[in-house]
């Protein structure tokens, strides 16, 4: 009796362990729902969902062109009708997929054959989006599905219905590879872990792995013999792919596959005989599986274990709606203190609701369950994608999910020239150089006739029978003077003549803007440096109304340059007396003073310009010290 009680006792495995065992769905309530959305009617297999910690992207119906909505995760009830969308694009929009990098961009593909990347600002659109940042052409029939490479920045593969895969470098928006293994219509695709393979389900009945780099069959095997469409999901970095699709008798069933064998499944097991095609969803950091069925009101949920059978099922949500499609939150985005490992956005069939569902392992305490989460994959690129493009492969960079970082705020824009897509962060190189050019000094010189001069100027007081017109056109020869801070001195004698004269003392704009003009005051090196100060001339004012406080001269509404250059010599400068009050050295002793005063300014330019040299050498410094470290560390990858 004890020895067949033992043996009873060894034979018997009694129930499995594992934490995920009672793990259960849970809809959110109405208030914290999407509703009255648009969601769109097309009858392509895809998610038409598409979530991440900022936004909640659908897909929806229009009479022309294709649309998608973007919704902030916080905005839930009802949407306002007048809510704006994106509509770029002149055909309906078969599927949108979020940058992992970046939360504020988002790629969308359509039967115009197109695919477009966009912006969306960190409050939503409020009005409808017609501008992308990047628009790429290349498929020849429409564009089905996309998918973002999980560790490099700015790569992303996209299938057409013309049986092609192109993989593209969007911050150049050229194609890197095209893939024309495919023979019939591309179903699915999915990235490994590390983004060095791609798997792939066709309408050839045949399921491939395939280098996305070369674009060559790295391993082929036949898949689901049935006639409807089959889905693929790359398990991490296991090696292993799951499969859903349907058997010959076109009941439903999934299958787990080894990427060193195709020629075998691992095990396959039939699920229902429903017609809905069939959804996988992997979440890496508890190895668990969901499915979900087109047109079905529930989802299963499976464990994957690294020994046979491989595959364990936990059980499934019900729900008495049907639903369109799905979309799922990264883990980064999930709720912690609820024990969220999971969370689904469903859209409904019958009614214009987009609901979220959370997956929940329950616990009794309310502290932060380090078992449940495991560092998960950060909204960081591991490498670039030239470095991807080049050969290199990286895992990809990890975070805390007890204090990491849930949204990213990363702002891009599209330099024109190149047809670059720039990230913030990388921008460090052009910072330089933007702080290095900040204060460039204007040296443009002046127009100068090297034939007129101080004296002529003066000799035109020569003969006081000249007229008023005839003394201006001498006069706009003293351009080519530099009268310093002399100016406001000449203006305000100039005034006292007047007054004294009883003459009208009007100065006309164009003749003050002259007098700035010539002694260069206007330049922001020398109204900072020469110690001179500023006023501001208008057109109707006096030169006794001139205002005296320092205000720059980049204020002015209209800029200076050589064709805005009038006489410069008021129109009450009618004498030979007047003219030679400009300030003429009477004397030897005189003309030494303003020479000595020209040397002194001149020493004050040449220390300014050594100052601007030692500080170009200390940006240039700056710089090289800052590539150094970049560049070893780019060797030592």
């Not at 911050?171 to 792939?200: K, P, Q």
């Amino acid at each position: 009796m004890p020895t067949s009680t033992n043996n009873q006792a060894t034979s018997f495995r009694g129930v499995r362990t594992s934490k995920f065992r009672h793990v259960y769905g849970q809809a959110m309530r109405k208030e914290r729902c999407y509703e009255n959305v648009p969601i769109t009617r097309s009858a392509h297999d895809s998610n038409c969902c598409a979530v991440n910690p900022k936004f909640i992207a659908v897909v929806t119906e229009t009479a022309g062109g294709g649309s998608f909505v973007v919704i902030p995760l916080e905005k839930t009830g009802r949407l306002d009708f007048t809510t704006g969308r994106v509509v770029g694009h002149s055909g309906p929009v078969l599927d949108v997929k979020w940058n992992p990098f970046n939360d504020n961009v988002i790629a969308s593909c359509s039967e115009d054959a197109t695919i477009k990347i966009w912006y969306i600002p960190d409050n939503g659109l409020n009005a409808n989006l017609k501008d992308w940042l990047v628009d790429l052409h290349g498929h020849r029939r429409r564009v089905a599905y996309l998918e973002w490479h999980p560790t490099a920045e700015n790569i992303l593969a996209s299938a057409g219905l013309d049986h092609l895969i192109i993989i593209w470098n969007i911050s150049h928006g050229e194609a890197v590879t095209v893939i024309d293994s495919h023979h019939d219509v591309i179903y699915s695709m999915s990235f490994n872990r590390e983004g060095n393979l791609l798997a792939t389900t066709c309408k050839d009945k045949k399921l491939r792995i395939l280098d996305p780099r070369s674009g060559k069959t790295v391993s082929e095997g036949s898949c689901h013999v049935g006639s409807r469409a089959t889905k693929v999901l790359y398990l991490g970095d296991s090696g292993q792919l799951f499969t859903t699709g349907f058997s010959r008798n076109s009941n439903r069933e999934y299958a787990l596959w080894s990427q060193q064998n195709l020629n075998e499944p691992l095990r396959r097991e039939t699920i229902d005989s429903s017609s809905g095609v069939l959804f996988p969803f992997y979440d890496h950091d508890t190895r668990m599986i969901y499915v979900a069925g087109k047109g079905d009101g529930n989802i299963r949920f499976f464990e994957v274990v690294s020994e046979s059978p491989w595959i364990h099922y936990l059980g499934q949500f019900l729900s008495g709606f049907p639903q369109r499609g799905l979309g799922f939150m990264p883990k980064r985005g999930c709720d912690t203190s609820q024990c969220e490992v999971y969370r689904f956005y469903k859209l409904h069939i019958t009614r214009n609701v987009c609901e979220p569902i959370s997956m929940i392992v329950p616990r009794k305490s309310d502290s932060f369950q380090a078992d449940l989460y495991p560092d998960t994959v950060a909204p960081t690129p591991a490498m670039s994608a030239e470095e991807w493009i080049s050969g290199k492969n990286k895992p990809p960079v990890l975070l805390s999910m007890r204090s990491g970082l849930k949204v990213t705020y990363k702002p891009v824009r599209l330099e024109h020239v190149d047809k670059k897509l720039s990230l913030s962060e990388r921008n460090n190189e052009k910072k330089f150089a933007f702080i290095a050019q900040e204060n460039i000094v204007d040296y443009r010189p002046l127009e100068r006739d090297q034939s007129s001069g101080y004296n002529e100027f003066d000799s035109a007081a020569s003969s006081s029978d000249e007229d008023e017109t005839e003394i201006r056109k001498r006069a706009t020869r003293y351009r080519s003077f530099r009268c310093s801070n002399k100016v406001l001195e000449i203006i305000m004698q100039l005034e006292e003549q007047a007054q004294k004269n009883n003459k009208s003392t009007t100065l006309r704009g164009n003749d003050l803007k002259a007098v700035k003009t010539t002694s260069n005051l206007g330049t922001k090196f020398l109204n900072s440096n020469n110690n001179l100060n500023t006023y501001n001339f208008w057109s109707t004012r006096s030169a006794s109304q001139i205002n005296l406080k320092t205000q720059p001269f980049s204020q002015k509404k209209e800029p200076l340059s050589p064709r805005t250059l009038k006489p410069l010599v008021p129109s009450f400068l009618s004498t030979e007396k007047d003219l030679h009050k400009m300030d003429t050295p009477k004397s030897e002793l005189e003309l030494r003073r303003a020479y000595m005063a020209q040397r002194e300014e001149l020493k004050v330019l040449k220390g300014h310009l050594i100052l601007k040299d030692k500080r170009i050498k200390e940006l240039e410094e700056e710089l090289r010290v800052t590539r150094d470290p970049l560049s070893r560390d780019s060797s030592e990858c």
